[in-house]
């Protein structure tokens, strides 16, 4: 003879596994260090996260040239995850491409801001900071190196 399961019982699995769900690490709390070391990847259709276990190598391998980047605005390079901003003539900043929130690459940089079309963030392009909600946390600062006329990840 089969037992059924009794009601409490199935709720209390599907309430255990609701709760798994929602106790994944999306990296969307916006709490805690404004350092991010772990590379965040989406998975294509799903619209989930999740963090690799190593971040990317930086290759030196020329990102832009300087004349690449207005003044006043910046360029998102999406495979690097940087965009690289010029705030001033001359001087050049860059920033993770992800956004703090919900860890959307930024869609561009218009109006001296970094944008995030998903939720509406936006960033500082001279040091990264939250100038609209929802996010909470800045655009962590990226290593870049100007050479000449050339941009280089380091």
Same mark, same amino acid.
């Given at each position: 003879?089969?037992?059924?399961?009794?009601?409490?019982?199935?709720?209390?699995?599907?309430?255990?596994?609701?709760?798994?769900?929602?106790?994944?690490?999306?990296?969307? +709390?916006?709490?805690?260090?404004?350092?991010?070391? !772990?590379?965040?990847?989406? #998975?294509?259709?799903?619209? $989930?996260?999740?963090? +690799?276990?190593?971040?990317?190598?930086?290759?030196? $391998?020329?990102?832009?040239?300087?004349?690449? @980047?207005?003044?006043?605005?910046? /360029? @998102?390079?999406?495979?690097?995850?940087?965009?690289? #901003?010029?705030?001033?003539?001359?001087?050049? /900043?860059?920033?993770?491409? @992800?956004?703090?929130?919900?860890?959307?690459?930024?869609?561009?940089? $218009?109006?001296? #801001?970094?944008?995030?079309?998903?939720?509406?963030? /936006?960033?500082? @392009?001279?040091?990264?900071?939250?100038?609209?909600?929802? !996010?909470?946390?800045?655009?962590?600062?990226?290593?870049?190196?100007?050479?000449?006329?050339?941009?280089?990840? #380091?």
């Amino acid at each position: 003879m089969t037992q059924r399961p009794k009601r409490r019982t199935i709720l209390l699995a599907t309430g255990a596994a609701a709760l798994a769900a929602g106790c994944g690490d999306s990296g969307g +709390d916006d709490s805690g260090s404004t350092e991010q070391t !772990a590379e965040i990847t989406e #998975t294509p259709g799903t619209g $989930e996260t999740g963090q +690799d276990a190593d971040p990317p190598e930086a290759d030196g $391998e020329e990102l832009a040239t300087t004349d690449e @980047i207005p003044v006043g605005g910046g /360029k @998102i390079f999406k495979d690097e995850k940087v965009v690289v #901003t010029q705030p001033e003539e001359g001087q050049f /900043k860059a920033f993770s491409a @992800i956004c703090t929130h919900q860890q959307c690459i930024v869609a561009n940089v $218009e109006g001296g #801001t970094i944008n995030c079309t998903c939720h509406g963030s /936006k960033y500082s @392009i001279t040091d990264g900071a939250v100038e609209n909600p929802p !996010a909470t946390r800045p655009l962590p600062a990226e290593k870049i190196e100007v050479d000449g006329n050339s941009i280089r990840l #380091t």
